[in-house]
C-alpha cells in the first residue's frame, strides 16, 4: 500500500471545453509540444465512450505515455467536470503524487455541448474551444463558457474560406459577447497564433502562482426558452434530477 | 432528534457528489461477458448476497470500530481479504477517497493519514459514525447503493425503460431491508460475511484492462 511522505505539490489546473471536434485535443497537444520542455506536466482525458483522446495524445509522442490518463464518466462527462468532479479531481491528485512536482494539469472535457463548463473546485482556469466550421453564429448563440471562460479559442482559423466564415468578425463578436475578456483565433498552421495562446497559458500560470487569479465559475446552463413559450433556468441540482441518476 | 433517515436519503441519492457516477457495479462487464438486461434482477439478487453484503457487513463493523475509537485499518484487511480481485480492491480504495471528501467536508474532524487508502466501505463507517447513520440504515444504504448503481449504468448500457428499472430496485427493497437487519449487530472484523462472487471478481479483471468502457468498474 502506498504511503505518502509528504503532500505533492500543487499544479496549476486548466481545463479545456468545448463541443466535440472543435480541436481540444489538438490544441492539448499543441500546448504539450511548446510546453513540455519548460514545464512539468500531465494530461487528463475524459472521454465518452474510448480512450480515444489520450490515444491520441500518447500517439502524438508530445509527452510521456504515463502522464496522459483517461477518466471514465459512466456517460456523464458535463457531471464528471461540474456536478460530481470525484473521479477527475482524484487523477489530478494521483498526478500530483505520482510526479511530483508538477507545474500544469490539463484535464480535456469529454465533448458534450455548447453548455458545460468546468467547476471550480476542479480547474484554476478554463479555457472554452468553438471552431470556425461550427459557423460564424455560434459564438452570438452564447453560453456560460463562450461569454465567461478565462480565454475563447476560435480555432482552426485556416478553414475561414472554405466554410464562407469571416474569422475576424468572429473573433470581434466573441470579445464583444465576452465584455473584453480574451480570445484567440487559433490555427496549427498559424505559428503566431500558437505563440499567443502559449503566452497566455504562462501568463496564467504567473497569476496562479503569485495568488492573484481566483478561479471562476462561467456559471450553469443559461435560462432559456421552450417551444410552450415558458422561459426557465435548471438550477444544478434539479439539471440532474432531471437527467437522471447519475446523470 | 435523530436525522437517520433522512441522511440515509442524502447518501443513497444519486447526486450525492462522490462519484458514483463512474461506477456500473460490476454491470458493464457482466454484459459483456453476455448477461442478458433480462437478467439483470437474477444479477442484483446474486450480488446481494455475497459482494454487497461484504460491503455492508464491513461498514457495519466499520462504523462500530471507530464508535470505539479501534483500529480501521483491521477493518479495510478484513475487507480486502474478502476482495479477491485486485480490479475491484483499487475500485473500493478510490471510491472511499471520493467518500473521504464528502466526509471531511460535510463531517470534517481529525482523520487518521491512513483514511486515503481505506476502501469504501470502511469511509463509509466512518462517516456514519461521525454524522450519527444508524448501523441498521448505514446497511440499507449498501444495498440500496448498489441496486440503484447497477440499474442507472444498465439504462447507459442497454435500450429500456427506466420504470422498469426502477421496478427491480423497488422489489429487491424487502431483501435489503433483511440483511440490513442481519447485519447491523456485526460489531468485530472476524463477523464480517465472506461470500464470494468469482465469476463478477473475474469480469471486474477483464473489465480492468479494457479500453472502450462507459464505467471504471
Ligand atoms: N484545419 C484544421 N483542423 C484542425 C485544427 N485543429 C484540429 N483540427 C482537426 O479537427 C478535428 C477534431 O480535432 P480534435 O482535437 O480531435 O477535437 P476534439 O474533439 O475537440 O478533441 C481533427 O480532425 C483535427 O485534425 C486546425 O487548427 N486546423
Ligand atoms: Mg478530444
Given amino acids: 500500500m502506498p504511503e505518502t511522505t509528504k503532500t505533492p505539490a500543487r499544479a496549476m489546473r486548466l481545463g479545456v471545453a468545448g463541443p466535440v471536434g472543435t480541436g481540444k485535443s489538438s490544441l492539448i497537444a499543441l500546448l504539450c509540444r511548446a510546453l513540455s520542455d519548460r514545464l512539468r506536466m500531465a494530461v487528463i482525458t475524459n472521454d465518452i465512450y474510448t480512450d480515444e483522446d489520450a490515444r491520441f495524445l500518447k500517439s502524438a509522442g508530445v509527452l510521456d505515455p504515463e502522464r496522459i490518463r483517461p477518466v471514465e464518466t459512466g456517460a456523464c462527462p458535463h457531471t464528471a467536470i461540474r456536478d460530481d468532479v470525484t473521479a477527475n479531481l482524484l487523477a489530478v491528485e494521483d498526478m500530483e503524487a505520482d510526479f511530483d512536482p508538477l507545474d500544469l494539469v490539463v484535464i480535456e472535457s469529454g465533448g458534450d455541448n455548447l453548455t458545460a463548463t468546468f467547476s471550480p473546485a476542479l480547474v484554476d482556469a478554463q479555457l472554452f474551444v468553438l471552431d470556425v466550421a461550427g459557423g460564424g453564429d455560434v459564438v452570438r448563440k452564447g453560453g456560460p463558457g463562450i461569454a465567461r471562460a478565462d480565454l475563447l479559442i476560435v480555432n482552426k482559423t485556416d478553414l475561414g474560406p472554405y466554410v464562407s466564415v469571416d474569422v475576424e468578425r468572429m473573433v470581434r463578436e466573441g470579445s464583444a459577447a465576452r465584455e473584453g475578456r480574451p480570445v484567440i483565433g487559433l490555427s496549427r498552421t498559424d505559428a503566431a497564433s500558437i505563440d499567443e495562446l502559449v503566452a497566455w497559458v504562462l501568463g496564467m500560470l504567473d497569476t496562479h502562482r503569485s495568488g492573484d487569479h481566483t478561479p471562476i465559475d462561467p456559471g450553469p446552463m443559461a435560462p432559456h426558452t421552450h417551444a410552450d413559450g415558458t422561459t426557465h433556468s435548471h438550477t444544478p441540482g434539479r439539471a440532474s434530477a432531471a437527467a437522471g441518476p447519475g446523470a | ?217
Fill in chain 2, 1 to 217: 432528534m435523530s436525522t437517520s433517515s433522512l441522511l440515509l436519503a442524502l447518501l443513497g441519492d444519486a447526486r450525492l457528489p462522490s462519484g458514483g457516477h463512474t461506477q456500473s457495479a460490476g454491470l458493464e462487464p457482466a454484459l459483456r461477458a453476455g448477461t442478458t438486461p433480462a437478467e439483470v434482477p437474477a444479477y442484483l439478487r446474486a450480488r446481494l448476497r455475497t459482494v454487497t453484503r461484504v460491503e455492508a457487513g464491513t461498514a457495519v463493523v466499520a462504523r462500530a470500530v471507530a464508535a470505539e475509537g479501534g483500529d480501521l485499518d483491521a477493518v479495510e484487511a478484513a475487507w480486502a481479504a474478502r476482495t479477491p480481485s485486485p480490479a475491484l480492491r483499487a475500485n473500493g480504495r478510490r471510491l472511499g477517497r471520493g467518500y473521504l471528501r464528502v466526509l471531511q467536508t460535510l463531517w470534517p474532524g481529525p482523520t487518521d493519514d491512513r483514511a486515503r487508502h481505506w476502501a469504501r466501505p470502511v469511509v463509509l463507517g466512518l462517516l456514519a459514525h461521525r454524522a450519527d447513520l444508524c448501523p441498521v440504515d448505514l446497511a440499507r444504504l449498501v444495498g440500496y447503493d448498489d441496486a440503484q448503481t447497477v440499474t442507472a449504468a444498465l439504462l447507459k448500457l442497454e435500450p429500456g425503460d427506466p420504470l422498469q428499472a426502477t421496478a427491480w430496485v423497488r422489489d429487491l427493497l424487502p431483501d435489503i431491508d433483511r440483511m440490513a437487519r442481519q447485519l447491523a449487530p456485526l460489531r468485530t472484523p472476524d463477523e464480517i460475511p465472506s461470500g464470494g462472487a468469482p465469476l463478477i471478481e473475474r469480469w471486474a479483471q477483464t473489465h480492468d484492462t479494457t479500453t472502450e468502457r462507459l464505467f471504471s468498474a
